[in-house]
Nanobody, 119 residues
């Protein structure tokens, strides 16, 4: 079983920054890709960003490109999401997720961390 634990959420004013972390742990597991998703109150969950574990290729949603940066530390099985120039529209619960292989979907999810941006 794989566990994902997010941290780093909080409340900031518009224009502020936050850095989220997500650490993966378990007895034995592989990582093909890890990603961030978010879900605002009353809305569907949406993709934010992903990072390929081997080559570190990254993908961003249009709404966050240029403001958010995803990175990884393979020695710690941890991903980060540096969020800059936050707006109230970024307010949501942020979840990390893990794909163990290219043939699998997101099989593991974290519990989520709340990000609140005030205007």
């Amino acid at each position: 079983q794989v566990q994902l634990v997010e941290s780093g959420g909080g409340s900031v004013p518009a224009g502020g920054s936050l850095r989220l972390s997500c650490a993966a742990s378990g007895r034995t597991f592989t990582i093909y890709m890890m990603s961030w998703f978010r879900q605002a109150s009353g809305k569907e969950r949406e993709f934010v960003s992903s990072i390929n574990w081997s080559g570190a290729g990254t993908v961003y949603a249009d709404s966050v490109r240029g403001r958010f940066t995803i990175s990884r530390d393979i020695t710690k099985n941890t991903i980060y999401l540096q969020m800059n120039r936050l707006t109230p529209e970024d307010t949501a619960v942020y979840y990390c997720a893990l794909r163990p292989s290219a043939y699998a979907g997101y099989q593991y999810w974290g519990q989520g961390t709340q990000v609140t941006v005030s205007s």
